[in-house]
Nanobody, 127 residues
Framework: QVQLVESGGGLVQAGGSLRLSCAAS????????MGWFRQAPGKERTFVAA????????YYPDSVKGRFTISRDNAKNTVYLQMNSLKPEDTAVYYC????????????????????WGQGTQVTVSS
């Protein structure tokens, strides 16, 4: 099974940018579809971005579309989340998630689709 470790969180002013990384180990990274989720205090975990095994398909909810970009480097076993034009409402713990996918093109967009999770990294956006 795969292990996931997120990094790159921190404190940023509104309008700023951050890039999160999620390093995978323990299994064949290219076998896994990947996603990012976030959870703000007192709220449910919500979907942020997803990418297919081959990186050719991505999906975002309207709340982050045009501001966030997910990408992956299969040679480095890492998935990234570039976050631009950050808003205070983006403040949350961000989690990386993975699950095996038979198709190289499928994206997984709900938390129920994922079996493996990282420990999370805090992102705080000040106004």
């Amino acid at each position: 099974q795969v292990q996931l470790v997120e990094s790159g969180g921190g404190l940023v002013q509104a309008g700023g940018s951050l890039r999160l990384s999620c390093a995978a180990s323990g299994d064949t990274f290219i076998s896994y579809a990947m996603g990012w989720f976030r959870q703000a205090p007192g709220k449910e975990r919500t979907f942020v971005a997803a990418i297919s095994r081959n990186g050719g398909s991505t999906y975002y909810p309207d709340s982050v579309k045009g501001r966030f970009t997910i990408s992956r480097d299969n040679a480095k076993n890492t998935v990234y989340l570039q976050m631009n034009s950050l808003k205070p409402e983006d403040t949350a713990v961000y989690y990386c998630a993975a699950n095996r996918a038979r198709s190289p093109r499928v994206v997984l967009t709900t938390s129920y689709d994922y079996d493996y999770w990282g420990q999370g990294t805090q992102v705080t956006v000040s106004s």
